[in-house]
């Protein structure tokens, strides 16, 4: 069963426009853990934001902000103001105690951000 | 710099050849995940090492196998290789098993293998 599902296969938007992406987890761990990792066209896997399964109070990093919602699964992520470098392949990940911490990835979001 | 270190970056071999990817995880971290990310399969994971010894399997084929040294570093070995396999193989170090408090996983600039 898949555990992260990100229904957006692509999005694009136009510079400064905000660019919401969903996220839905499964998992029957009480402690567990959800990533945003951002890949460039350059490959590598950058870690942008992490949440706990504990504290559900949503925040905003910069242009970056998340929303997590446990009685629905969702960690939806949220870069306000997009700008071109922006543009990358977002992966949503959860990370399970019970699993010994590791990821698993949604299919991920190809956000295009034209100028 | 995550300081997850990936050798060699790009690698070109042909079918049926062998290949060894090698990954230094980040000074003081015990665990060791590889991934695997191609075109249609996504982000996969493989095998993980915590402090030399196998931990979990994901989805690894029996042509490939890992270990993890003593001094940490890691090697994922791809046999009998097949047009398939090319992908990106991503290692990623943490600090270990409930011992993590935060879970997060440092990732490596990754390996491109081409199988031609």
């Known amino acids: 069963a898949q555990k992260v599902t990100q229904a957006q296969t692509e999005i694009s938007v136009v510079e400064k426009e905000d660019v919401t992406l969903d996220c839905v987890y499964e998992?029957?761990?009480?402690?567990?853990?959800l990533f945003w990792y951002k890949q460039p066209p350059s490959g590598e896997l950058v870690f942008l934001i992490r949440?706990?399964?504990?504290?559900?109070q949503n925040e905003i990093s910069g242009r970056y902000s998340w929303n997590f919602q446990k009685s629905t699964s969702s960690f939806n992520f949220t870069i306000t103001a997009s700008q071109v470098v922006d543009s990358a392949v977002y992966f949503c990940?959860?990370?399970?105690?019970?699993?010994?911490?590791?990821?698993?990835f949604g299919a991920g979001t190809t956000v295009t951000v034209r100028a | 710099d995550s300081g997850v270190t990936q050798t060699p970056k790009h690698l070109i071999t042909a079918t049926g050849q062998r290949v060894t990817l090698r990954c230094s995880p980040r000074?003081?971290?015990?665990?060791v995940y590889w991934y695997q990310q191609s075109l249609d399969q996504g982000l996969q994971f493989l095998i993980q090492?915590?402090?030399?010894?196998?931990?979990a399997k994901g989805n690894i084929l029996e042509r490939f196998s890992a270990q993890q040294f003593p001094d940490l570093h890691s090697e994922l070995n791809l046999s009998s290789l097949e047009l398939g396999d090319s992908a990106l193989y991503f290692c990623?170090?943490?600090?270990?098993?409930?011992?993590?408090?935060?879970?997060?996983?440092?990732f490596g600039e990754g390996s491109r293998l081409t199988v031609l």
């Open positions: 990623a170090s943490s600090v270990g098993s409930r011992r993590t408090p935060t879970g997060e996983l440092f």
């Open positions: 998992t029957r761990d009480t402690t567990y853990y």
């Open positions: 949440r706990n399964s504990f504290d559900e």
């Open positions: 990940a959860l990370s399970e105690v019970i699993n010994d911490y590791k990821l698993s």
């Open positions: 000074s003081g971290d015990l665990s």
């Open positions: 090492y915590y402090n030399g010894e196998e931990r």
